[in-house]
């Protein structure tokens, strides 16, 4: 067992050690293989020469029931092992801290720690499956953390004062301003995984186009629960967030991972535009940007998508009937610029296509 748990934890940077000692199946069965192994042997110091049948029928019966667990045992250090189960064991942990958080407020450096390992253990291990190309494991990664961040905002009302109070170490890699804010707005826990998101997302956006959708697609349901619980701070970060993905999927040209970024960010944008025009329209004025700036760059595909992304956004606003377009109409205009090149000429007539279909 010690051979097949120190090959699991070197495949993946998951602690599985740790995790393994203090599993309560695993110490119950240890418990009970020592005592049994211990009885056996100091049997014979009290039976006597002739021996005592129920001791000797005892030592037998658990000896028996001792090769008997065996392969039980090891089908469940097995399953143990798979890796998702164990990605959803520290996403448990980090459920827990949580909990214990809003029940004992004595305590919460120690409840706040427990996440940070967490969220810090999850998205070590999206890592290690990127670059192993796990597939499986990166997308159940970034799942495994939308639904604790998701789950986290529907119950933040309920932290005690001093949750918000995080250490600075967790978040050493920001500025001195944004991390103040954070620490304000009391939103470390969001930030923390936003952040290990673009992380990550750096890190696939080469090799593994799924996994920076998914990451896209959480991104945007984090920010749909923000906007359920009205969570301005949460929202906002969110939009960063997003407008921080496309930067990167330009700069490295990824013209199919933008494709998919820009559709999740204007289905975020049309949940934003059910609640408030307002954040629909800025988000409208986020697209047109990086529409033009893709058109810039060369890359037609991404300007002419995102011409669509705003006409659907367009679409309805009209169809609610309560939403002054005027701004978002203008914006998405103002994508029909002027023509420098045969490039830019072949992203405009997409532009105008999409323009014709709103007319």
């Known amino acids: 067992m010690a051979i097949v748990v120190q090959l699991a934890s070197q495949r993946y940077p998951a602690r599985i050690v740790d995790l393994f000692m203090t599993d309560p199946r695993n110490i119950r069965?240890?418990?009970?293989?020592?005592?049994?192994?211990?009885?056996?042997?100091?049997?014979?110091?009290?039976?006597?020469?002739?021996?005592?049948?129920?001791?000797?029928?005892?030592?037998?019966?658990?000896?028996?029931?001792?090769?008997?667990?065996l392969l039980p045992y090891f089908g469940h250090v097995f399953a143990f092992l798979d890796p998702i189960s164990i990605i959803t064991r520290i996403q448990r942990r980090a459920e827990e801290g949580v909990e214990r958080g809003m029940g004992s407020p004595e305590d919460l450096l120690l409840h706040r720690r427990r996440v940070v390992d967490a969220i810090d253990r999850i998205a070590d291990n999206s890592m290690a499956a990127v670059n192993q190309g796990d597939r499986n494991l990166a997308v159940h990664t970034i799942r495994a953390l939308e639904g604790f961040v998701c789950d986290y905002i529907a119950r933040k009302d309920q932290m005690p004062p001093g949750w918000a109070m995080i250490d600075s170490d967790v978040l050493s890699t920001l500025s001195e301003e944004f991390r103040a804010e954070i620490l304000g707005n009391a939103t470390w826990v969001e930030a923390k995984t936003l952040l290990?998101?673009?992380?990550i997302f750096r890190h696939a956006l080469s090799n593994m186009s799924e996994l920076v959708t998914q990451i896209a697609a959480s991104t945007r349901?984090?920010?749909?629960?923000?906007?359920?619980?009205?969570d301005s701070e949460i929202l906002e970060m969110s939009v960063r967030f997003f407008n921080t993905y496309i930067r990167h999927t330009l700069n490295s040209r990824g013209v199919?991972?933008?494709?998919?970024?820009?559709?999740?960010?204007?289905?975020?944008?049309?949940?934003?535009?059910?609640?408030?025009?307002?954040?629909?329209?800025?988000?409208?004025r986020h697209l047109v940007y990086y529409g033009r700036t893709a058109n810039t760059m060369g890359l037609p595909f991404v300007t002419v998508t995102a011409a669509h992304d705003v006409r659907v956004l367009c679409e309805q606003a009209h169809a609610r009937g309560d939403v002054d377009m005027t701004s978002m109409l203008d914006l998405f205009l103002s994508l029909d610029q002027a023509v420098d090149d045969d490039s830019t000429e072949l992203a405009l007539q997409g532009v105008r296509r999409a323009q014709s279909i709103l007319g």
């Not at 059910?274 to 329209?281: F, H, I, K, R, Y």
């Open 256 to 284: 199919r991972s933008a494709y998919n970024i820009l559709y999740e960010y204007r289905q975020f944008a049309s949940s934003m535009l059910e609640v408030d025009s307002a954040l629909g329209e800025r988000v409208t």
């Open 221 to 230: 349901a984090i920010g749909e629960a923000a906007l359920a619980a009205g």
């Open 29 to 69: 069965i240890f418990a009970f293989m020592t005592a049994s192994c211990i009885f056996v042997v100091a049997a014979p110091l009290w039976v006597g020469a002739h021996g005592a049948p129920v001791t000797v029928a005892f030592s037998l019966g658990i000896t028996i029931v001792n090769f008997a667990l």
């Open 196 to 199: 290990e998101y673009e992380r």
